[in-house]
């Protein structure tokens, strides 16, 4: 059974940082793309970063190429979002997502992510 689990969002002041963790099981890291989403209230769910590590591909959007980092470590299956200079704009429920796949990340729809985590929720005050 594939599993997802988020953790580290909290209440943050713009300009700081936070690092999300998500602990993932059921599945072998190299045979699929894991990504990071987030949704704020009122907003669709956005594709923020994500990896497929088999072709060694990451991908980011735009509104955070520069300020967030997404990484893994095998070992502890886990995969991480450093995020930077934060804003208040960035604030959203921070979701981790995993869909089998072999290809860049950023290929595959939204929709195609079977398996998703709980959420983690990050709050940036100004």
């Known amino acids: 059974e594939v599993q997802l689990v988020e953790s580290g969002g909290g209440l943050v002041q713009a300009g700081g940082s936070l690092r999300l963790s998500c602990v993932y099981s059921g599945f072998t890291f190299d045979e699929y793309a894991v990504g990071w989403f987030r949704q704020a209230p009122g907003r669709e769910r956005e594709r923020i970063s994500c990896?497929?590590?088999?072709?060694?591909?990451?991908y980011y959007a735009e509104s955070v190429k520069g300020r967030f980092t997404i990484s893994s470590d095998n070992a502890k299956n886990t995969v991480y979002l450093q995020m930077n200079s934060l804003k208040p704009e960035d604030t959203a429920v921070y979701y981790c997502?995993?869909?089998?796949?072999?290809?860049?990340?950023?290929?595959?729809?939204?929709?195609?992510?079977?398996?998703w985590g709980q959420g983690t929720q990050v709050t940036v005050s100004s």
């Open positions: 990896i497929t590590s088999s072709v060694d591909i990451t």
């Open positions: 997502a995993a869909t089998r796949g072999y290809y860049s990340c950023s290929g595959y729809p939204i929709y195609e992510y079977d398996y």
